[in-house]
């Protein structure tokens, strides 16, 4: 009876999900991926070998992540949704370079994390689980105590020491910097560039401190990389205050940029509850907002989590809320490690500690269920972009691609919002069905009438009226006949063993 009992709920529920999007998706673009962005050092622990002067107490030292540590989450990571890894830079650093941004060899790895080898079983191990890598180039500077600083030949390969914020060649965090008008510079750069995707397949790169590099190295750069693979991405990085025109740069072939605007607009919204969406949907001064790189904090910037905390909310809704427009607006989400367990952090290097994959299930199952729309729904990842309604912390947009239209209704409010929406909107005589939470609106009178609790979110589909779901129905009707017999027996066996 209990196995009969189990199959019948199983049917219901699965009688009573909301149809599967009419649109598929033909072949992967960029724009459809979601990333998972790993401090290397920071990560995973996965082989302690190369732990070399590893001090995981200290932040400023190796902590011990490694390529061995990344190969064994990569299952935990495409559970999540994920179709994308980018790790910060691989190549040989100076002594205390965890972050790796201190390169002392362009054409080696570092040996906190691991051999050539090993990434490149990486990059293959990903491959197999159709995870693209992204990993970090670092084309503005050197180490410090790089051997090229004190080589004579090699005098013009840096400009001279600037500080001032507004110069392009400035030394960065006191770095020296690369000149790379310079064509042996140039070229050393490109070829180390061409040599890493020949060597490990990998998949694209991410450029820190792109707005400190001339465009026009860029565009030779972007140019003979993207000759080496095809579809091979670029996704630059700027200073977290940097005033950039993202068209030029896509332009010279940076495909994406880091939009730290509409991060920190994002921050505002979501840190807290009611709250305006006005300047977070701007995306109007952007080149192609679709390739953008939409995040809430990175390995630059103080933990999304510490904004939550500082105005004293709880960080698991505030995420969840957070994640679903990040997930379903024009962008790609860039999703910083640790974001799965509400990692909290201030100012560097507070905001990379160590990932510690202790069970936060209710977030990671919130991500991995927005991944899947994502992943499912060529709406969310190509469609047109329309707000329909922003008032209150209650926003409700449409995506629209070929015959699929999606409805992303936030309540980032104190309360439960009500919202109307009428067929010149959407649709006469269609429904509403919720992939989230469920929830199903037909139109009435030409209204759509759209009930949200506050701290929900619901993606809805517009579909065809369902009519009566007969199996629904039926499954229903057998699982209250069968309660009724099992009570019936219950009482029968009860009044036999009183009998006896």
């Not at 491959?127 to 050197?142: E, G, Q, S, Y």
């Not at 490990?200 to 820190?208: A, E, V």
């Not at 469609?383 to 309540?411: C, P, Q």
Request: proline share 3%.
């Amino acid at each position: 009876m209990k196995k009969i009992t189990l199959l019948l709920l199983t049917f219901l529920l699965c009688s009573s999900l909301p149809a599967h999007a009419a649109v598929k998706k033909e072949n992967r673009l960029w724009q459809d991926e979601s990333i998972y962005s790993i401090m290397v050092d920071r990560f995973n622990d996965g082989d302690i070998k190369n732990d070399l002067d590893v001090n995981s107490r200290d932040p400023l030292k190796y902590n011990g992540g490694d390529f061995q540590g990344i190969i064994n989450k990569l299952d935990y990571i495409k559970d999540m949704g994920f179709t994308a890894i980018r790790l910060t830079p691989i190549f040989d650093n100076t002594k205390n370079g965890y972050h790796g941004y201190w390169v002392k060899d362009f054409y080696k790895t570092d040996e906190h994390f691991g051999t050539i080898e090993t990434f490149q079983k990486l990059v293959k191990e990903a491959h197999k689980r159709k995870l693209r890598v992204i990993v970090d180039f670092v084309a503005n500077n050197t180490a410090a105590d790089h051997p090229w600083i004190n080589d004579s030949n090699k005098k013009n390969w840096y400009h001279s020491k600037q500080t001032a914020a507004d110069v392009t060649n400035r030394w960065v965090d006191g770095l020296p910097d690369l000149n790379q008008d310079n064509p042996e510079v140039k070229k050393y750069l490109i070829d180390a560039a061409d040599w890493w995707i020949n060597q490990t397949n990998i998949d694209g790169y991410s450029l820190p401190a792109v707005d400190q590099v001339p465009l026009s190295f860029w565009s030779d750069f972007s140019k003979a990389v993207k000759k080496e693979k095809k579809d091979f991405f670029l996704m630059g990085i700027p200073a977290e205050n940097a005033s950039i025109d993202a068209s030029k740069y896509q332009n010279a072939g940076i495909d994406s940029l880091f939009d730290y605007s509409q991060s920190k607009n994002l921050r505002k919204a979501f840190a807290t509850t009611n709250q305006s969406f006005s300047n977070s949907s701007d995306t109007a001064a952007l080149g192609k907002p679709e390739l953008m790189a939409n995040f809430l904090d990175n390995e630059y910037t103080v933990r999304f989590t510490t904004d939550i905390v500082n105005k004293r909310q709880f960080p698991g809704s505030r995420w969840k809320t957070a994640l679903t427009y990040l997930y379903t607006t024009p962008g790609i989400p860039v999703y910083y490690y640790g974001t799965d367990i509400a990692l909290i952090g201030g100012d560097i290097p507070d905001n990379r500690r160590q990932m510690n994959f202790r069970a936060e299930k209710d977030l990671i199952d919130y991500t991995t269920k927005i991944a899947e729309l994502r992943n499912t729904l060529p709406s969310l990842t190509r469609g047109t972009m329309e707000m329909l309604y922003d008032k209150g912390g209650m926003v409700v947009y449409k995506r629209v691609y070929k015959e699929e239209t999606s409805i992303i209704a936030i309540n980032n409010s104190t309360k439960s919002q009500k919202v109307i929406l009428t067929d010149k909107q959407l649709a006469p005589n269609k429904e509403l069905r919720g992939l989230l939470e469920g929830d199903l609106v037909r139109d009435h009178k030409d209204e759509y009438i759209l009930i949200a609790d506050r701290d929900t979110s619901e993606i809805y589909v517009l579909t065809e009226k369902s009519g009566i779901n007969v199996s629904f129905i039926a499954a229903m009707a057998g699982v209250v006949i069968l309660a009724i017999i099992f009570v019936f027996l219950i009482f029968k066996r009860g009044k036999k063993v009183k009998e006896e």
